[in-house]
């Protein structure tokens, strides 16, 4: 079975995966150039930017306007050198969930995995969807202003004078791909995280369905269940290893974004598709930052139902010895798998809202700088 298809296809467009039927030295090459076309399109826009905020910026109106897609850019440049540096890495995540411990066994286990991966399929689709809306949203309205008085989408600096002639369609199309391959690349990275945190609760959940055929069993074998649950604490642990800098980054960024969209929306007439734009925009980045912390979460509380899982089947006819492993089982699952930023926060609904109140405080002190 593959799983995380739609993640997957998502990395591919987004220049760092590629497509596994390219097995051809040419074809190799080919993505290749396109990987580094993408990574020099969207670092080339990440740095226009920061130097206009280093060099023009001069008020609070101006730094909110100019950080907004900022933050956005670094973050999807972010994430294409984590998933670039992890590729091997992620490949060896999901090879784990085709193989023994984790391989199904059964009908009833293949239901399980297949279940948990049309799930976060369709929330991939849903997601990319919401996303892309917001991008067409943001370039009919650029188009519709910015582009029919000879103005670049973003203010960014430019080593040559984009105000007229040729250079300044290229300075343009040069924004609107940088934002479409930004959108796709922020989905993507997210995606394939919160795909991989659906498959290890897919695995707790098959591991409950292993311990419910125990009694039904003539031997009952108990070490591998044993083995089978310190190997999804270990498989956990390794996941967030690898992205652990990209959750921190994340979480941060989102933050800041919340804030700065909240500070735009004050300034911006109710009745406008710029408005409207934000909006979008703002839903976009409260929805990721809720993905990382309801998976996360969700991987908790799967983690913490093994105790109850024991408790609900028929126990009482095993051996001691089998009886002595499954209460090691449950104490183990007494310390929940826990997916943490940086090892400081825990990615849970508790934080999700923590972060809300955040982005509320630092839009706040925004606004009474502004005041003064």
């Known amino acids: 079975m593959i799983i995380l298809q739609p993640a997957f296809k998502l990395l591919t467009i987004g220049g760092c995966w590629r497509p596994s039927p390219w097995t051809t030295t040419g074809k190799r090459i080919l993505y290749a150039f396109y990987t580094v076309f993408v990574f020099l399109l969207l670092h080339s826009f ?88 917001t991008v067409l949203c943001m370039i009919i309205s650029s188009l519709l202003t910015d582009f029919r008085h000879k103005k670049l989408a973003y203010n960014v600096w430019l080593p040559f004078n984009h105000s007229s002639g040729q250079l300044y369609y290229v300075a343009y199309v040069h924004q609107l791909v940088s934002l479409i391959a930004t959108s796709i690349l922020n989905v993507a990275g997210d995606t394939i995280f919160c795909g991989l945190c659906v498959h290890a609760c897919s695995q707790q959940a098959i591991l409950q369905h292993r311990l419910k055929e125990l009694p039904t069993q003539d031997r009952p074998d108990i070490g591998p269940i044993v083995k089978f649950h310190k190997y999804l604490y270990r498989y956990s642990l390794t996941m967030q290893e690898k992205f652990q800098a990209m959750i921190g980054i994340q979480l941060l960024a989102s933050t800041l974004v919340v804030c700065f969209i909240l500070y735009q929306l004050t300034n911006t007439p109710l009745m406008s598709l710029r408005y409207l734009q934000f909006v979008l925009y703002m839903v976009c980045m409260m929805t990721q930052i809720f993905f990382y912390c309801w998976y996360g979460n969700a991987l908790k509380l799967k983690s913490v139902e093994m105790a109850d899982a024991i408790f609900e089947i028929d126990w009482i006819n095993l051996d001691n010895s089998t009886k002595r492993s499954l209460i090691m089982i449950m104490r183990r699952a007494t310390n929940p798998i826990e997916l943490t930023s940086v090892y400081v926060f825990t990615m849970d609904l508790g934080t999700f809202v923590s972060i809300l109140r955040m982005s509320y405080s630092t839009y706040n002190l925004l606004q009474r700088n502004e005041d003064l």
């Open 46 to 133: 990440c740095l226009s930017q920061l130097l206009n905020a280093l060099w023009n910026v001069q008020t609070t109106d101006d730094l909110s306007d100019s950080f907004y897609m900022f933050i956005a850019n670094i973050l999807a440049c972010f994430k294409l050198i984590v998933v670039l540096l992890n590729h091997e890495n992620i490949k060896i995540l999901c090879e784990k969930l085709r193989t023994r411990p984790c391989e199904p066994r059964n009908r009833e286990e293949m239901a399980i995995q297949r279940d948990y991966d049309r799930k976060i399929g369709s929330v991939t689709i849903y997601y990319a969807a919401l996303v892309e809306i």
